[in-house]
């Protein structure tokens, strides 16, 4: 099902910036950077609000032009300094959704200039069985950075220290979620549909609820919102070789659509847009399973008096560790399906039957 | 009003897909209204009358959405895996029917319970339309459902499933049918997607930024065996309500709904509600603050596929809200 084509060596460079770059929420001058480094030739102007969202504004030609925003959030989940103990040991807290379990040995960096350490695990050699069995809580897990960090101070953001890495057809990396939505949105800006006004909005706050999109979207007060974001896929065999019916959505079965998480209702008309779309061009899509979660979109449709969204999400494994994987034909399919969308959005869209 | 209540207790449309109910409320209102706009939430809003000098802009809020399912896997089988949309309660569920908005019904199994101690998880409910395998399925991911359960004349008290808050409904729809003067412009607003955040009534809160808001909705009782306290009865008139899980009501709104009940001798109780809210909540909050009271109908089985209400409390709420619409409103 995977399309040949692939991501030029451009995108992929960009992909990787945003990847490696640290931005935990209420902190993301570096993605805003990095993006603003990419964009800043293709258009006249932009905002940062009140809040740090990066928001870009690029209007179209012709007439009854639909004002869409599209959302993707610059920020990752990661941690903050919370003491100094002295001897490079650094008591921390979590900021955003953070499995305990999976913090234990791994490599972090710290601060502005990226300060190597790891969160720190004793060996197994000094551990009993019963403590492996464990999860070892937030109160005793450190980040050690070795002495000498003078210039790290409780407040200071951290995050895995992964680097990214292409790997065959697939991109491994940390913060994913949602930088490949971030991605999407640097490309779409490059080679924007003429059709319709577009605003795109970078937000802050995502991971810690929702709260950037929510600014974002009363000051843009668009017709309509497309949310790009990065969903996990809980796609691998189950142990027990019963069927799995919990998969959330699928690795390499093309871009994710909403009907329905914890947050919002996308807007029946455009999910019918977006898939009509996606068969007509023959682009592979899946509907993400409904349940809980929730995107910016969560925030954005209730804005004002209320604004129609969808939220469309690039499957990905592993999210919210220390490295995820996607596909590319995933990204590339979801750009695709996105460009192919909005492209044929009817100025009348509004007067649609919802059903 | 019991056959206002059967049409709209029978019309299926879980949140986010009030197509049905929406297009129903909108034929029996339409001739009433003074203007009916939908909203781009998908709300239904009829004004009536005109803001005079001692009137206010009121916006009456009922939610039009009712609790439902969404199927989330088909497996090789062709059964149906499925979420809650709003507060399911899984007990109420086995061996229940659902029909899906394309019309298709099904029936709700479960997986065999092996070990009773532990309490249900919907990952062990599957709904079953009578496919074979998943091709043959007629329902894909994303497709809602709601109970099928007809509605019932019991005489004095009625049952139906979505009496929550079709109830709430039709008292607005009647109060607007014996509409005679009110010196207040008011906007009956049937709300969308309630049962998941109270999403519908704070966006229509803010398109029409009114000076008051009440919310039309049920409540729960403490009258049936064993029940949890709570002093709301069914059959004792409407609730007032002083707070809920997500309100303190304007104390004022409150003072007004009890002195206007007293003139007009309509039986009401005093409402505290623990854990649930209503669209009132999300009025209250929205742009500068809004005075929001709620009206309750009491009901009994709430979120189950059967709830029931008592006529005399519909046909009660009816008057007081009729009655709180015809004088100038001093808070």
Redesign the interface.
């Known amino acids: 099902m995977a399309q040949t084509t692939s991501l030029s060596k451009k995108q992929i460079q960009i992909i990787e910036r945003l990847s490696n770059a640290m931005a935990i929420s209420g902190d993301e001058g570096e993605v805003r950077k990095i993006i603003l480094d990419e964009t800043s030739p293709y258009t006249s102007s932009h905002k940062i609000d009140s809040l740090g969202n990066l928001l870009i504004e690029i209007k179209g030609k012709g007439r009854n032009r639909v004002k869409v925003m599209l959302a993707a959030h610059m920020d990752e989940v990661g941690f903050m300094i919370s003491t100094d103990e002295g001897d490079g040991i650094y008591r921390f807290e979590t900021s955003g959704g953070i499995d305990l379990r999976q913090l234990p040995g791994k490599a972090v960096m710290v601060g502005k200039d990226h300060f190597p350490g790891v969160i720190g695990a004793r060996p197994i050699h000094l551990t009993s069985a019963k403590e492996r069995k464990e999860t070892i809580p937030l109160s005793s897990l450190r980040i050690d950075l070795g002495p000498g960090m003078k210039s790290i101070k409780p407040g200071d953001g951290a995050t895995f220290g992964t680097r990214f890495q292409q790997i065959g057809q697939s991109m491994m990396g940390k913060a994913l979620d949602d930088r490949l939505g971030v991605g999407i949105l640097i490309d779409l800006i490059k080679d924007p549909p003429p059709n319709i006004d577009l605003q795109f909005a970078f937000t802050v706050q995502e991971e810690t609820g929702l709260r950037g999109a929510r600014v974002a979207a009363f000051s843009f007060d668009p017709d309509l919102a497309f949310v790009i974001d990065s969903t996990p896929a809980n796609d691998l065999p189950t142990w027990d070789g019963e ?1 799995n ?3 959330n959505c699928r690795l390499g079965e093309g871009p994710a659509i909403y ?2 998480d914890g947050a ?2 996308s807007d ?1 008309r455009l ?1 019918r847009l977006t898939e009509e779309t996606a068969i007509k061009e023959k682009i592979p899509y899946q ?1 993400r ?3 809980g979660g929730g995107t910016d979109a969560g925030s954005i ?8 969204s969808i939220s469309i999400s690039i499957p990905g494994r592993y999210a919210h560790t220390a490295a995820g994987l996607a596909r590319i034909s995933d990204y590339l399919n979801t750009l695709k399906l996105l460009k192919a969308t909005l492209k044929s959005i009817p100025a009348n869209i ?1 007067e649609q ?3 | 009003m019991k056959e206002l209540i059967r049409t709209l207790t029978e019309t299926f449309s879980p ?3 009030e ?2 109910i929406r297009s129903t409320i909108r034929g029996m209102i339409e001739p009433f209204a003074d203007e009916i706009k939908e ?5 239904l809003i009829a004004r009536k009358g005109e803001r005079t000098k001692n009137g206010k802009r009121v916006m009456l809020a009922g939610h039009m959405d009712e609790i439902g399912l ?4 088909i ?2 089988k062709g059964f149906i ?1 499925f ?1 809650g ?1 709003g507060g399911i309660n899984l007990q109420t569920l086995f061996g229940g029917r659902v029909k899906f ?1 394309n019309g298709v019904q099904g029936m709700i199994g479960g997986e065999p319970i092996t070990d009773i101690s532990h309490s249900l998880v919907i ?1 062990q409910l599957f709904i079953d339309v009578g496919a074979d395998n998943e091709k043959d399925c007629p329902i ?3 497709d809602v459902a709601a109970f099928e359960r007809p509605f019932v004349d019991l005489g004095k008290r009625v049952m139906a499933k979505a009496m929550d808050d079709r109830v709430g409904c039709a008292v607005m729809v009647e109060a607007l049918k014996r509409f005679k003067k009110s010196p207040h412009e008011i906007f009956f607003v049937f709300t969308t ?1 309630e049962e ?1 955040g109270l ?2 009534a ?3 809160a ?2 029409i930024d009114p000076e008051i808001g009440i919310s039309l909705d049920v409540t729960r009782t403490g009258d049936t065996p064993k029940a949890k306290k709570m002093a709301v009865t069914l059959g004792d008139g409407p609730a007032i309500k002083i707070k809920d899980g997500g309100m303190l009501a304007d104390i004022r709104i409150v003072n007004w709904m009890i002195r206007v009940a007293e003139k007009n001798k309509i039986p009401f109780q005093r409402e505290i509600l623990e854990g649930g809210t209503t669209d009132a909540k999300a009025i209250q909050v929205s742009r500068s603050g809004v005075p929001a009271g709620c009206i309750s109908i009491p009901c009994r089985y709430v979120h189950s596929p059967s709830e029931m209400v008592d006529i005399d409390d519909v046909e009660n709420s009816t008057r007081l809200l009729s009655s709180l619409m015809e004088d100038p409103i001093e808070l």
């Open positions: 069927e019916h919990n998969y009907r329905a919002s209702f029946p999910v509907f399973q409904p349940g449709h209730t804005q004002r008096s209320g604004i129609p509004l039957e919802r059903k | 949140s986010g897909y197509h049905a909203d781009a939430m998908g709300n969404m199927a989330s896997h497996d090789e895996r979420t949309i908005i990952n894909k991911v994303g997607q998941v999403r519908g704070g966006t229509s803010f398109g």
